[in-house]
């Protein structure tokens, strides 16, 4: 079980940070632990970190993608279109005043960024980010179903028929990629089973648009 709280220190010091960090974690722990998160919460970030720490040894810069998915999803409104961007703002603006150095902060600005999903990224840090974001499209049938349940409690507020266009429309464009993960190591583990994944509840949103 990741600690998390150990492993944000570690990370912490690797960056540069010049000052201490407990009001920070504090703040990032309580944003994961908003009551209108289901999936974006504190498994979700755990479940992250635990993927890097079995691909860490294909990062250059390790410490850059962690604190990336510490931030991914550090602000998290499902009403609004530019959580990443403000997220990075966020990423930017704590690590400057930490004293990290500026080109750090913003590679670690534009790795959270790329999480948008909006392309899959060519740099292998970025590319290694978004795999360890999607994880989750290949996990088992029942954590994968489980995650479904949770994304559907985070948009409760949206029609079921309107949801599962939306859904459907989503999740068909990752499962229309040549390949859903960027690098060899996620390809080889989650692949196969993020195609079921998506096949399967595209099927469902699909026949139950049908009826």
Known sequence: ??????????????????????????????????????????????????????????????AEIEAALWFHDAIYDCER?????????????????????????????????????????????????????LAILGASPSRFEEYEQQ????YSFVPDATFKVKRLEILSALAARPCIYGSPFFQARLESQARENLQKVCRVCLESQNT
Do not use: F
């Open 1 to 62: 079980m990741v600690d998390l709280q150990k492993s944000w220190q570690i990370m912490w010091l690797s960056l540069g940070a010049k000052t201490e960090s407990d009001r920070l974690l504090s703040m990032l722990l309580d944003a994961y632990s908003e009551p209108h998160r289901h999936y974006h919460t504190l498994q979700h970030l755990t479940e992250c970190i635990d993927w890097l720490n079995q691909s860490r040894h294909l990062a250059a810069s390790p």
């Open 81 to 133: 279109h530019d959580n990443e961007e403000r997220s990075a703002e966020w990423a930017l603006s704590a690590l400057l005043s930490a004293g990290v150095s500026a080109p750090t902060a913003s590679r670690v600005a534009d790795l959270v960024i790329s999480t948008k999903h909006a392309e899959q990224p060519a740099a292998p840090d970025a590319q290694l980010l978004v795999d360890i974001d």
């Open 151 to 154: 994304i559907r409690a985070e």
